[in-house]
């Protein structure tokens, strides 16, 4: 594993100081804003803003890469999402605090596609399996780290806002110090979406719900621990618990996932994640069960994503894979777009501690829609062309690394997966 990790260590080191930054920034900003006084609805418009901007970059991303090269692209946007920290705390103003989300979230997105497109281009093909896993972890552990660094100081003051811009700051560090040649930068093309229902319309409704359920998490979940009375080092831990939760059963259950139908794993997955937003409701007034039942939920609503992606993936000819892999980010990024905002209206009208049955809702809607599609389409489709790979905010360039199962010989012995130009299949 050593020699795999050392020669793109310093690319791992800067996305790990990165998403501490950038993990502490989103935290910090949920809970200073309910300190501050803002209302639920407000806090979910500027935690949408975040999304809003990150969909947004990834229309940007690859073109900026390509005219720019990729370390000036990193470090452009690493200093812009540097001083966007800071003016978060010298402007505490709502609309200016969603202004500056959207920034952020642009700015970030091309940092994550400058990262994974180093990663994919400096990968032998063989090894891009093991390097996209270790990529992954090293997402979780940094993200579930960063929320920790919320016990320094007090959300009302400004060293955490500095040392989140000092983090993204020296980012840079590691990535300008890289020798790696520059990978040329290929353009991507977005599946229709029409053809990407008619292949795979569950793994379409799985991104979009899976979107709303998650942006709202990321957005609104520390919103929802201040709430309930946790202090900023407990919201620290309730973060943390959901991500780590997302850690650990994500290759389990995923392993599940490709030895039998993913679309009957994904009901259930749903199904219990609805009734571990129901414990979260439950528990609220109790720290210790609240955070065993958010660790649980996260691990749970972590895991549709990828498992909706997989199913996809098995329905695709693999010269479609990439291009439906980006219309099913597309999709999921304008879910995590409007979730908060819709969660946010829902805290508004009915209590903040209702962002629960919001997640209730996403989950039992994406269950009964796939339960609506094991009926029209009742095939056993429990062998897949593909394994399941875990999964947590990427770019549509990291979608590249995943790893293609079959060898040459087996493709051409072997009955090739559905693809969205044979009509004649039926859906799902």
């Not at 629960?356 to 009926?375: D, E, G, K, N, S």
Request: proline fraction near 5%.
């Amino acid at each position: 594993m050593l020699p795999l990790i050392v020669p793109i260590g310093a690319v791992l080191l800067g996305v790990a100081l990165l998403l501490l930054g950038s993990g502490l920034l989103n935290t910090l900003l949920a809970v200073r804003g309910s300190l501050e006084g803002y209302s639920d609805s407000s806090l979910g418009l500027i935690m949408s803003g975040y999304f809003l901007g990150y969909f947004s970059g990834t229309f940007a991303a690859l073109p900026l890469i390509r005219r720019v090269g990729h370390i000036r692209a990193f470090a452009m946007c690493a200093a812009l999402a540097a001083c966007s920290a800071l003016l978060h705390v010298m402007f505490v103003e709502p609309w200016v605090w969603m202004a500056l989300r959207v920034m952020n979230g642009f700015v970030l997105v091309i940092l994550y596609t400058v990262v994974e497109s180093w990663l994919n281009g400096q990968t032998p093909a063989e090894q891009r399996g093991r390097v996209f896993a270790v990529y992954m972890a090293v997402n979780l552990g940094a993200l579930a780290a960063a929320q920790q660094l919320l016990r320094l100081e007090s959300a009302m003051s400004f060293m955490l806002f500095a040392v989140a811009a000092m983090l993204i700051s020296v980012s840079l560090v590691p990535v300008t110090w890289t020798r790696f040649a520059q990978p040329p930068v290929e353009t991507v093309t977005r599946l229709r979406f029409k053809a990407l229902y008619k292949a795979a319309p569950v793994s379409v409704a799985g991104a979009l719900l899976s979107g709303l359920a998650m942006g709202a998490f990321w957005g609104l979940g520390p919103v929802y621990a201040s709430r309930a009375g946790l202090d900023s080092g407990s919201v620290a831990t309730f973060m943390s618990m959901a991500i780590l939760g997302g850690a650990l059963f994500q290759y389990p259950l995923g392993r599940y996932s490709d030895t039998h139908d993913r679309r009957t794993v994904l009901m259930v997955i749903c199904l219990a994640a609805a009734g571990a937003a129901g414990l979260v409701w439950l528990s609220s007034s109790v720290p210790v069960l609240l955070y065993l039942a958010i660790g649980i939920y996260g691990g749970l609503a972590f895991c549709a994503y990828p498992v909706a992606l997989a199913h996809m993936i098995d329905r695709l000819d693999s010269d479609q894979i990439l291009s439906g892999g980006s219309s099913a980010l597309f999709l999921h990024g304008v879910g995590a777009a409007v979730g908060p905002a819709l969660a946010g209206l829902l805290m508004e009208l009915l209590g903040a501690r209702s962002l629960p049955l919001y997640f209730v809702i996403m989950q039992v809607a994406l269950a009964l829609y796939t339960l609506m599609r094991l009926h029209v389409l009742r095939e056993d489709l429990s062998d897949h062309s593909s394994h399941f790979v875990p999964m947590v905010r990427t770019s549509q360039v990291a979608l590249e690394m995943i790893p293609e199962e079959d060898t040459e010989e087996d493709a051409e012995t072997a009955t090739p997966p559905s693809s969205v130009s044979q009509t004649e299949q039926s859906p799902d």
